[in-house]
């Protein structure tokens, strides 16, 4: 039991460590110096220093939704960050004016949907489905999410990251239970 207990928490680690890195700008890609990152307000996801750069077939501003929507071969990239899906959508808060340069502070959630992969180094996170909310940093990845770090993986129903808790719940159901294959890593004699 109590070795089960412990791959659990390993498995979680890796599956909040996959994508902790890979969104959160930390200036490292190390799950454990991204670890040490002060917690509190200032730390924020996608609101690093650096620009994001999004390509795709097309872009609707809707004024009176306050929504932007990319739509077809969507690819965002973020220094080494990279996220690919069909359609990516920003949610600004209710009131927001998304003429105004201050678009990052004003968001309230972006979904990415479609074949969703995130990727940032050896770290690679795919589903149908990623859901990022800002106010609450936490990120859900659902249809088929799978996470990977070189050749281990977690899987399940639904992942939730709550990136400032540096926490991680992976759900899963009697059809499609939480699956983790982890590699141990060897040590060299």
């Known amino acids: 039991m109590k070795r089960h207990s412990r791959i659990f928490t390993w498995a979680a680690a890796i599956a909040a460590g996959l994508l902790w890195t890979a969104v959160v700008q930390t200036g490292s890609v190390n799950p ?66 998304l003429a105004e340069n201050q678009m990052m502070e004003e968001v309230e959630r972006i979904e990415v949907e479609g074949e969703v992969t995130i990727t940032r180094e050896d770290k690679v996170a795919r589903a149908e489905k990623a859901v990022f909310f800002q106010k609450e940093q936490k990120i859900m990845l659902s249809g088929n999410p799978r996470l990977m770090q070189g050749k281990n993986t977690v899987q399940g129903r639904l992942i939730t990251l709550y990136l400032e808790e540096e926490r991680s719940v992976v759900e899963g159901t009697s059809d499609q239970p939480v699956q983790a294959v982890l590699h141990p890593k060897r040590s060299e004699d």
Do not use: W
């Open 32 to 97: 454990a110096a991204a670890a040490e990152t002060p917690k509190g307000p200032e730390v924020k996801a996608l609101a690093g220093g650096s620009p994001l750069h999004v390509a795709s077939d097309r872009m609707v501003v809707d004024q009176r939704s306050n929504t932007i929507r990319f739509e077809g071969h969507v690819v965002v990239k973020q220094d080494d960050l990279v996220i690919t899906g069909k359609r990516l959508t920003v949610y600004a808060k209710e009131g927001a004016d």
